[in-house]
Nanobody, 120 residues
Framework: EVQLVESGGGLVQPGGSLRLSCAAS????????MSWVRQAPGKGLEWVSS????????RYAGSVKGRFTISRDNAKNTLYLQMNSLRPEDTGVYYC?????????????RGQGTLVTVSS
């Protein structure tokens, strides 16, 4: 059974940082592109970032480029999202997804999410 478990969310002040983690199991993690998506209160899902199987190719939404960094540790079956210079508009539930490609929105598994709140 594919499992994706996010952690690391919390309350942070504007300008602060957080690192999210996504622990993967039930599938060959190193063979799957992965992504982060988020959902702000009252809004739809928004793609944030994607990384290829080896970690050498990444993509970012314009709203987070230069502030967020996606990475993965295939030895630990874990995906990360380092978030710096956080803004109130970054508030939301963050989910990791097992993707078919970093250039496609198609996914076949999503975690339960972790809540990030950016507020003073």
């Amino acid at each position: 059974e594919v499992q994706l478990v996010e952690s690391g969310g919390g309350l942070v002040q504007p300008g602060g940082s957080l690192r999210l983690s996504c622990a993967a199991s039930g599938f060959p993690f190193s063979s799957s592109p992965m992504s982060w998506v988020r959902q702000a209160p009252g809004k739809g899902l928004e793609w944030v970032s994607s990384v290829n199987r080896g970690g050498g190719s990444t993509r970012y939404a314009g709203s987070v480029k230069g502030r967020f960094t996606i990475s993965r540790d295939n030895a630990k079956n874990t995906l990360y999202l380092q978030m710096n210079s956080l803004r109130p508009e970054d508030t939301g539930v963050y989910y990791c997804e097992k993707r078919l490609s970093i250039y496609s929105n198609a996914f076949d598994a999503r975690g339960q999410g972790t809540l990030v709140t950016v507020s003073s």
